[in-house]
């Protein structure tokens, strides 16, 4: 196979968020997410592999086999052709999206992160992780936030894209109505919010870390805009307690997640 055969023309083109929405389809790069796609049935469509991963890694082939998906050995330069990374893990793997609708989100739900116009694909990939490990229920991508199957994205979610339900839906306002409606309080993250994390254990906070939550935050620039700060239950602020002027939003996200998992106790 080289790198003018259709099927790496094609996989390639997987790479521009137009033709993911018309295929329905993305990249996953890494053994690592390669790992995570094949264990959920029905998402990976084939796999391209260096003859030095398939050495490497042979129970991602065995899994491949098990799974009855097309393995693939390619050289070097046709697996940089359809690599995203400025350095190839080796092995890329072509799945069907795994990205749903506000249905996704279970109806016993406690703990969601809303991410509203979020740009970077790095951050967005890195808060799907953190929300996955801190043992989120679901996140949401609402406004013009950045496609979470971008292939930096996908990378920066080191396979948790494929544990826990990721949503996309434009309407802000309507996933707020949907996460109330399963009972979840609405917290905006905001730096200049007067209340604070620390304010959880203070007597006539209204901060309620045990309760069913839905964490919203904003655009790595700008933060939220003041009509959907204004829209959440209450603005809470991560304290800054040394001189950093703030926190990287995935840093934040896992700061504030982290905490309504530790209140919530009997997750």
């Given at each position: 196979?080289?790198?003018?055969?259709?099927?790496?023309?094609r996989?390639?083109?997987?790479?521009?968020?137009?033709?993911?929405?018309?295929?329905?389809?993305?990249?996953?790069?890494?053994?690592?997410?390669?790992?995570?796609?094949?264990?959920?049935?029905?998402?990976?469509?084939e796999?391209?592999?260096?003859?030095?991963?398939?050495?490497?890694h042979?129970?991602?082939?065995?899994?491949?086999?098990?799974?009855?998906?097309t393995?693939?050995?390619?050289?070097?330069?046709?697996?940089?052709?359809?690599a995203?990374?400025?350095?190839?893990?080796?092995?890329?793997?072509?799945?069907?999206?795994?990205?749903?609708?506000?249905?996704?989100?279970?109806?016993?739900?406690?703990?969601?992160?809303?991410?509203?116009?979020?740009?970077?694909?790095?951050?967005?990939?890195?808060?799907?992780?953190?929300?996955?490990?801190?043992?989120?229920?679901?996140?949401?991508?609402?406004?013009?936030?950045?496609?979470?199957?971008?292939?930096?994205?996908?990378?920066?979610?080191?396979?948790?894209?494929?544990h826990?339900?990721?949503?996309?839906?434009?309407?802000?306002?309507?996933?707020?109505?949907?996460?109330r409606?399963r009972?979840?309080?609405?917290l905006?993250?905001?730096?200049?919010?007067?209340?604070?994390?620390?304010?959880a254990?203070?007597?006539?906070?209204?901060?309620?870390?045990?309760?069913?939550?839905a964490?919203v935050?904003?655009?790595?620039?700008?933060?939220?805009?003041?009509?959907?700060?204004?829209?959440?239950?209450?603005?809470?602020?991560?304290p800054?307690?040394?001189?950093?002027?703030?926190?990287?939003?995935?840093?934040?996200?896992?700061v504030?997640?982290?905490?309504?998992?530790?209140?919530?106790?009997?997750?």
């Amino acid at each position: 196979m080289t790198v003018r055969s259709g099927r790496i023309k094609r996989a390639r083109r997987l790479a521009t968020r137009r033709f993911r929405a018309e295929t329905g389809e993305f990249l996953a790069e890494g053994p690592q997410a390669v790992r995570e796609a094949l264990a959920v049935p029905d998402v990976v469509l084939e796999v391209f592999a260096t003859a030095a991963v398939q050495e490497r890694h042979p129970l991602l082939h065995q899994a491949a086999d098990a799974a009855s998906v097309t393995w693939t050995v390619v050289d070097d330069e046709v697996l940089a052709e359809v690599a995203d990374a400025t350095t190839p893990q080796g092995i890329v793997a072509v799945c069907r999206t795994v990205v749903r609708g506000l249905e996704a989100v279970p109806d016993e739900a406690r703990l969601v992160v809303v991410c509203h116009d979020m740009r970077d694909p790095g951050n967005a990939g890195a808060v799907i992780r953190c929300a996955d490990a801190a043992g989120a229920d679901a996140v949401v991508l609402s406004a013009d936030s950045v496609d979470p199957t971008n292939p930096k994205a996908v990378r920066a979610g080191a396979g948790s894209l494929f544990h826990l339900p990721v949503v996309v839906h434009r309407d802000h306002d309507e996933v707020l109505d949907a996460l109330r409606a399963r009972g979840l309080q609405v917290l905006a993250t905001d730096g200049d919010a007067d209340v604070d994390l620390f304010d959880a254990d203070r007597e006539g906070s209204g901060l309620d870390l045990a309760a069913p939550t839905a964490w919203v935050m904003g655009n790595e620039a700008q933060g939220l805009p003041a009509e959907v700060r204004d829209a959440a239950d209450l603005a809470v602020a991560v304290p800054i307690l040394g001189r950093a002027e703030s926190l990287n939003l995935a840093t934040a996200a896992a700061v504030c997640l982290y905490a309504s998992a530790r209140a919530q106790g009997d997750r």
